[in-house]
């Protein structure tokens, strides 16, 4: 009897990491993939020895660096950087302050400002992109890194669901003990609340942050110079002879991300299942 | 609402003529209790918008009606009206006024409660106090000026103005300096009926549902099965094993798609294999490989949201209340009895909300046959291919050829399609109905 018992509990065992093994290698070829052709020689994907370059180099890396005059890698890069990093700044700004607000003060228009943006959320996302490159131009920002970082970060305020959860969670007593003791509103957030609330920040500017660093819609469509391109549309206009230089981009703007993302997991999962459960 | 009533006439016949005074002259009931520099802002406010009424607001509204008379001529070198602009400030003036209206209420309920004051003998609040109230009591208003006047420009606005499309011929060879009409639901009309845009649309809007429902159901439960698999007891190493599927999370979605699209092109490794073995190359992603490039697409879906699925189910698997599953294993419960009845309904209830934006991301999801198989139009499809969801047609028309209007009824279609099924999950999903079963 006992013995049936651990042959079943070993055939368990195997076929869960038999499993585990098969979910590992399905993700991990694709990458590995990636990561062996950009350090492939010969560049085109058409040498390759089935999967894997049949010879390597750096030549790749080294290409995407000093080639510019066709595709300016470089220079994508910089202006990913620039777009992320300002929407990221502006973006997290806006969206911790409206959150907080949303969580902790009790006014008329709360609850339909509320329902409005449930609303405005189901509306295709790029519903009204014809009329943003139309503003665009009415403003002058056609072609102008400035426009795009203004677009991303009041769009953001859009998702503030997952950070009013996080302040839902902060206990309001505390509040109301400042608020005795004279504290205004404008004291209470910024000296009592803000510094608790670390990790929601974190979470929403690592959001905010590869937002625009992945997206490729709203670039392709507001800036036309190749040099203005960011890293995702410069990489979509490559050539397809050109696969070990895709490669190249691809694994050097991804290390970053990836390597965040690592470091901040607990965080993101943390913030995830919060804004689920208060959704 | 009687109530409500009751209280403005009684408060009407209550007002002072200094009250009475604010309504036609902003702010003249506050200078006159004592609140200059208040009274003199909302004049200024009264006066700065009979001028924008006077200069621009009227035409503009008249021509959010028209929508221009004047078409514009090179030879003659008349400039005429242009359409779209005069719409976009038609919708301008129309929010001027709606601001004003409310600004003009909360002038007078303010002049009111200014007589309160002078009634109960009291001074009125100095403009200074009054400003530092913004950083206390009226926090709310400092803090949310910008993002709501930065959600109005940029998603409001358009998505009014591209509703107001929706109703119009603008589009096609109608555009500036064509002039535009209003022409009611006949665009909505052409969608079901005209043979240019029907049949494209109802085989993409089957395809699209489809599609929605596939990828949410295998992605959610291949996420959830691998976080199951992750918490047993028996697997070593949690954090390597998890460690593959966040790697594929990180990667941003644009890489992953191209780098599939690279593999699966006819140059690409897997043909490559192929061809070796002696077969002729298999074009996965072609013109004619309909159920092929399909079925690829909901894998390609499947390896960038199902680690998403892990990790959220993951998060919520340790919050199960583990007494539970001991108690109904002394009762003999086997382990798909236990998944049955313990772990989907509490996974259910707690997902609810994820699994409906995962379902709304997958219906609207542009990404996935954009890169796939972007720019293809098939046969029998109207600027479109037989892969393509009703989002990726919306952007085939509106952005590449011009259909605007049509684009816009399109849009609409999805709005009134999502926010129907969220809706119904809404309502009938557990997390909704019974909210503290699990608490």
Redesign the interface.
């Given at each position: 009897m006992r013995r049936k018992i651990n042959a079943g509990k070993i055939l368990d065992t195997a076929v869960t990491y038999v499993i585990l093994l098969a979910v590992a290698f399905v993700f991990f070829f694709p990458c590995l993939w990636l990561i062996l052709a950009s350090f492939s020689k010969s560049g085109s994907i058409y040498s390759f020895d089935g999967f894997f370059p049949a010879q390597y180099s750096t030549a790749s890396f080294v290409k995407l660096f000093t080639d510019t005059t066709m595709y300016n890698y470089p220079k994508w890069f910089m202006n990913t950087l620039l777009i992320a990093a300002g929407s990221c700044l502006l973006g997290t700004f806006l969206t911790i302050l409206t959150a907080y607000t949303m969580s902790r003060f009790q006014f008329k228009m709360r609850k339909p400002m509320m329902k409005t943006t449930m609303v405005l959320g189901m509306f295709p996302s790029f519903m009204g992109m014809t009329v943003v490159y139309l503003l665009m131009t009415q403003f002058g920002l056609i072609n102008h890194l400035g426009g795009l970082i203004l677009i991303y970060a009041s769009g953001a305020p859009m998702g503030y669901l997952t950070q009013k959860g996080f302040f839902d969670t902060i206990p309001k007593s505390i509040d109301e003990a400042a608020k005795i003791d004279g504290a205004t509103n404008f004291q209470i957030f910024t000296k009592i609340n803000l510094p608790l609330s670390k990790p929601i920040i974190v979470y929403t500017a690592l959001t905010s942050f590869t937002w625009p660093w992945s997206d490729f819609i709203l670039p392709k469509l507001l800036l036309k110079e190749k040099n203005l391109y960011t890293v995702a549309v410069g990489l979509m206009s490559l050539d397809e002879t050109e696969f070990a230089r895709f490669a190249a981009g691809s694994v050097f703007i991804a290390v970053p991300i990836v390597i965040l993302y690592f470091c901040l997991v607990k965080n993101m999962v943390n913030g995830i299942s919060e804004g689920a459960v208060k959704g | 609402m009687k109530e409500k009533w009751n209280k403005f006439t009684s408060a009407v016949r209550d007002s002072s003529w200094k009250v009475r005074l604010s309504a036609i002259i902003m702010g003249g009931g506050q200078f006159l209790y004592g609140s200059y520099v208040k009274g003199i802002l909302y004049f200024l406010l009264e006066a700065g918008i009979v001028c924008y009424m006077v200069l621009r607001g009227f035409e503009d509204i008249k021509g959010f009606f028209t929508l221009g008379t004047q078409k514009g001529d090179a030879w003659l070198g008349t400039v005429g009206d242009n359409s779209?602009?005069m719409l976009?400030m038609g919708i301008f003036a129309w929010i001027v006024i709606a601001a004003f209206l409310y600004l003009y209420q909360l002038n007078i309920k303010d002049a009111y409660h200014a007589q309160k004051i002078a009634e109960a003998g009291k001074r009125p609040l100095s403009f200074k106090e009054e400003l530092?109230q913004l950083?206390?009591?009226k926090?709310?208003i400092?803090?949310?000026t910008?993002?709501?006047?930065?959600?109005c420009?940029?998603?409001?606005?358009?998505?009014v103005?591209?509703i107001l499309i929706a109703f119009t011929n603008y589009g096609g060879d109608i555009v500036p300096p064509e002039l535009v009409d209003w022409v009611g639901t006949a665009n909505f009309e052409k969608l079901i009926t005209l043979s240019q845009f029907a049949p494209t649309f109802f085989k993409i809007l089957g395809w699209n549902l489809l599609w929605a429902v596939v990828s949410t159901v295998l992605n959610y439960f291949l996420g959830l099965g691998?976080a199951l698999?992750?918490d047993?007891d028996?697997?070593k190493g949690k954090a390597i094993?998890r460690?593959?599927?966040?790697?594929?999370?990180?990667?941003?979605?644009?890489?992953?798609l191209?780098?599939?699209k690279?593999?699966f092109?006819y140059?690409?490794?897997i043909n490559?294999?192929i061809t070796?073995a002696g077969h002729s190359a298999v074009g996965f992603l072609d013109l004619d490989a309909k159920w092929i490039a399909r079925g690829i697409g909901v894998l390609v879906n499947c390896?960038i949201s199902v680690?998403?699925i892990m990790?959220?189910a993951?998060?919520?698997l340790s919050n199960r209340d583990m007494s539970l599953y001991e108690a109904s294993r002394i009762d003999g419960a086997g382990r798909w009895k236990q998944f049955q009845k313990l772990t989907m309904p509490f996974m259910l209830f707690?997902?609810t909300?994820?699994l409906l934006s995962q379902f709304?991301g997958n219906f609207?999801n542009?990404g996935i046959f954009y890169f796939l198989r972007g720019g293809l139009y098939v046969d029998g499809y109207f600027l479109a291919s037989d892969t393509d969801l009703l989002?990726n047609w919306?952007?085939n028309l509106?952005?590449d050829n011009n259909y605007?209007c049509i684009?816009?009824a399109i849009?609409l279609v999805?709005?009134m399609i999502?926010?129907l099924i969220?809706l119904i999950i809404y309502v009938k999903s557990p997390s909704y109905r019974e909210e503290d079963t699990f608490q």
């Open positions: - | 779209v602009i976009l530092a950083l206390d009591k926090f709310y400092t803090v949310l910008l993002p709501v006047l930065g959600v420009v940029f998603n409001i606005l358009p998505i103005f591209m691998l698999l992750l047993k028996c697997v094993w460690a593959f599927p966040i790697l594929a999370y990180a990667i941003p979605g644009f890489i992953t191209l780098a599939f690279f593999m092109s140059g690409g490794p490559q294999i070796s390896w680690p998403s990790l959220l993951t998060g919520h707690a997902t909300p994820v709304i609207n542009f989002i919306l952007y509106s952005i605007y684009g816009a849009s999805i709005f999502t926010s969220s």
